[in-house]
Nanobody, 121 residues
Framework: QVQLAESGGGLVQPGGSLLLSCAAS????????MGWYRQAPGKQRELVAR????????RYADSVKGRFTIARDNAKNTVYQQMNSPKPEDTASYYC??????????????WGQGTKVTVSS
């Protein structure tokens, strides 16, 4: 059974830093894309950052470019998100995502339970 376990959320001051971690178990995702999504109250879930499994290419939401960094450690089956200079608008529940592509057009998404990040002074 695949499980994604996030950690590292909490309260952070604007301009501070926070590191989110997501450890996958039950299957190796070393060859698969992983990423972070977030959902603020009353808003839709949105992609924050994504990293591929092959060459490690990354993609970021425009709102976090230059502030957040996604990285992965395939030996630990873990993906990270370093959040630097967070803003109050980054306050949300952050969800880890892993993709398993079963065909060129079909995938299975796995999700963590979410970790809450609050940016406030």
């Amino acid at each position: 059974q695949v499980q994604l376990a996030e950690s590292g959320g909490g309260l952070v001051q604007p301009g501070g830093s926070l590191l989110l971690s997501c450890a996958a178990s039950g299957r190796s995702f070393s060859r698969d894309p992983m990423g972070w999504y977030r959902q603020a109250p009353g808003k839709q879930r949105e992609l924050v950052a994504r990293i591929t499994g092959g060459d490690g290419s990354t993609r970021y939401a425009d709102s976090v470019k230059g502030r957040f960094t996604i990285a992965r450690d395939n030996a630990k089956n873990t993906v990270y998100q370093q959040m630097n200079s967070p803003k109050p608008e980054d306050t949300a529940s952050y969800y880890c995502n892993a993709e398993r592509w079963v065909s060129i057009e079909s995938k299975v998404d796995y999700w963590g339970q979410g970790t809450k990040v609050t940016v406030s002074s």
